[in-house]
C-alpha cells in the first residue's frame, strides 16, 4: 500500500480495552469495516497487488467516517464502483464463513445483478464495466489447496481462447497453501485465521493494512451504539429461529398425520432446527449461541454446518 494509515493507536490513545469478541469474518463486522474508504481501498490494492485505486464510489451505502460508525444487517457485502488507473470496474466483495453449498450459484446471481444494475442506468451494453465477484473464504470451497481460485469465461475446444465478457469470480481460501498472493495477503489471512493481531498482543503482523483493519476491529467492538445494533439484530435473528422452529414442528407433525408415521415431528423439526442452525451461522451467530437456541452441543452444532 502507497498511503499510509497515520491512526494505528487511535483505540490506544482513549485508553479503550482490547476487543475483538465481534471478529473481522462476522459479515456484519467485515461490511461495517468496509464501510471506512482506507479499509476497502486497502483491501482492494491488497487483493490485487501492484495495481492502485484511484476512486472510490459505493453502490449500496455511504463512505464511513471516523465519527459515524454504521450497522446496517441488510450490507452483507459491499458493492462498489472501482477505478482503476486502467480501467473502470465494478466489484462485490463478501466474507464467507461457510459453505453454504451454493456459492457458484451466488456469484453467477451476483454478476448478473451487478450486469443489470449498470444497464437499468441507462448504460449501453457495448460499455458495460468490467465486473468482479469476490468471496474471501475461511474454508477451501474446491478442496484443491489453493489460495485463490479465479474463474473467467474460456472455450471448451480452445483453452487459450477467452471470451472476453469481462466477468470474473474469484474465491480466496484463508486456509490455502498453494499460490503466492504477497505478503500483505498473507498477512491478512493469517490474521483472519487468529494467527496475527496488531494491537496490544505483542504481535506484528508486518503489514500496515493488516494494522490498519484491525484497529477498526477494535473500536467498532468497542462501539456501544454499534454493538447495541448488532446484539438487536442478533436477538431477531434468534426469534425468527424460534418461530421457524415451530413452524417445522406444525408442518412435520401434519406430515407425520397424512403419512401415518410417528415420527412426523422429529423429522419437520430437526430439518427446520439444521436450516436455521446454518443461517444463524451464515450470519455470523457465535456457535455457542446457536448451540443454546437449538438445545444441541457445540459438536452437534459443528457437524450440521458442516454438513452438505
Not at 482490547?18 to 461490511?31: K, Q, V, Y
Not at 453449498?101 to 460499455?127: I, Q, T, V
Request: aromatic share 8%; glycine share 10%; hydrophobic share 35%.
Amino acid at each position: 500500500m502507497t498511503k499510509k494509515h497515520t491512526n494505528h493507536n487511535r483505540a490506544r490513545a482513549f485508553g479503550r480495552a482490547d476487543r475483538r469478541d465481534i471478529p473481522l469474518e462476522n459479515d456484519a463486522m467485515f461490511s461495517t469495516v468496509m464501510q471506512y474508504e482506507d479499509a476497502c481501498r486497502g483491501l482492494i490494492e491488497t487483493i490485487f497487488e501492484g495495481r492502485r485505486v484511484r476512486r472510490l464510489e459505493y453502490k449500496d451505502m455511504p463512505p464511513t467516517s471516523q465519527k459515524s460508525i454504521i450497522f446496517d444487517p441488510a450490507n452483507k457485502s459491499i458493492r462498489l464502483d472501482v477505478f482503476f488507473e486502467d480501467g473502470d470496474t465494478v466489484y462485490d466483495i463478501e466474507m464467507q464463513k461457510v459453505d453454504t453449498g451454493n456459492l457458484p450459484l451466488r456469484a453467477r446471481m451476483y454478476s448478473s445483478m451487478m450486469d443489470a444494475n449498470m444497464l437499468d442506468k441507462g448504460l449501453e451494453y457495448e460499455r458495460l464495466k468490467d465486473s468482479y465477484v469476490i468471496f474471501i473464504c475461511m474454508f477451501d470451497l474446491f478442496e484443491k489447496g489453493r489460495t485463490k481460485y479465479t474463474f473467467r469465461s474460456m472455450c471448451e475446444e480452445d483453452g487459450d481462447l477467452p471470451l472476453g465478457d469481462g466477468r470474473c469470480i474469484m474465491f480466496l481460501n484463508t486456509k490455502g497453501s498453494i499460490g503466492e498472493l504477497g505478503k500483505d495477503m498473507d498477512a491478512f489471512f493469517e490474521y483472519l485465521n487468529g494467527g496475527v493481531a496488531s494491537i496490544g498482543t505483542g504481535k506484528d503482523s508486518g503489514s500496515e493494512f493488516v494494522e490498519m483493519v484491525d484497529n477498526y476491529v477494535l473500536d467498532i467492538n468497542g462501539d456501544e451504539d454499534w454493538r447495541q445494533g448488532y446484539m438487536k439484530y442478533e436477538l431477531n435473528l434468534i426469534e425468527k429461529y424460534k418461530e421457524g422452529m415451530a413452524s417445522g414442528e406444525a408442518r412435520g407433525e401434519a406430515r407425520g398425520i397424512s403419512i401415518g408415521e410417528a415420527r412426523g415431528v422429529s423429522i419437520g423439526e430437526a430439518n427446520e432446527r439444521n436450516r436455521m442452525v446454518k443461517e444463524m451461522n451464515a450470519n455470523g451467530i457465535p456457535v455457542s449461541v446457536i448451540a443454546k437456541c437449538a438445545s444441541l452441543d457445540i459438536k452437534e452444532v459443528q457437524r450440521v454446518i458442516n454438513s452438505k
